[in-house]
């Protein structure tokens, strides 16, 4: 599973936040590491505008693959899904204060070059993102598994 070490030398290599919590749930659910992390490529540093964070949108996309719907008139699976995205919401909100990137880095936005010099030179990275992608997949398979 996914620590902050591996989460740090992910960042150092073109992992993205999104990359990362997506790529290390969605073998567990049938996706390989390699198409998820695809997948979620875009959606790191809040959609690379400091929005809503990687962790919780690879953590969305991880939720909606084990329980979303895939056509319609599946009303039961949406409300399942609708059910296990709040109570990982709320459980990140708890956690981190914010969805959002520029939130829990104090303002900073991670897709601005020299705020994300801030972030580094803060050591932002390792106190807050790298906890924040291993909450996303712990939280994430604990609510599978529940």
Same mark, same amino acid.
Not at 5 to 22: D, P, S, Y
Not at 56 to 75: E, H, I, N, R, Y
Not at 91 to 97: A, C, P, S, T, Y
Not at 107 to 130: H, R
């Given at each position: #599973?996914?620590?902050?070490?591996?989460?740090?030398?992910?960042?150092? @290599?073109? %992992?993205?936040?999104?990359?990362?919590? /997506?790529?290390?749930?969605?073998?567990?659910?049938?996706?390989?590491?390699?198409?998820?992390?695809? %997948?979620?490529?875009?959606?790191? &540093?809040?959609?690379?505008?400091?929005? @809503? =964070?990687?962790?919780?949108?690879?953590?969305? #996309?991880?939720?909606?693959?084990? +329980?979303?719907?895939?056509?319609?008139?599946? &009303? !039961?699976?949406?409300?399942?899904? &609708?059910?296990?995205?709040? *109570? +990982? !919401?709320?459980? /990140?909100? *708890?956690?981190?204060?914010?969805?959002?990137?520029?939130?829990?880095?104090?303002?900073?936005?991670?897709?601005?070059? *020299?705020?994300?010099?801030? %972030?580094?030179?803060?050591?932002?990275?390792?106190? %807050?993102?790298?906890?924040?992608? =291993? /909450?996303? =997949? *712990? @939280?994430?398979?604990?609510?599978?598994?529940?």
């Amino acid at each position: #599973m996914m620590d902050k070490e591996k989460a740090l030398n992910g960042f150092g @290599t073109g %992992i993205n936040c999104a990359m990362a919590v /997506f790529g290390e749930l969605a073998p567990e659910l049938g996706l390989p590491e390699e198409q998820a992390r695809k %997948i979620a490529s875009a959606f790191g &540093s809040g959609m690379g505008r400091g929005n @809503t =964070c990687g962790c919780v949108s690879g953590a969305l #996309m991880a939720l909606g693959l084990a +329980f979303g719907a895939d056509g319609a008139g599946q &009303s !039961e699976k949406a409300q399942q899904l &609708s059910e296990k995205k709040s *109570e +990982f !919401e709320k459980l /990140f909100i *708890e956690k981190f204060g914010s969805l959002t990137c520029c939130e829990m880095l104090g303002g900073l936005n991670p897709s601005v070059p *020299e705020q994300l010099a801030d %972030i580094v030179e803060k050591g932002l990275m390792p106190q %807050i993102c790298a906890p924040a992608v =291993c /909450f996303a =997949c *712990e @939280t994430v398979m604990e609510l599978i598994d529940d």
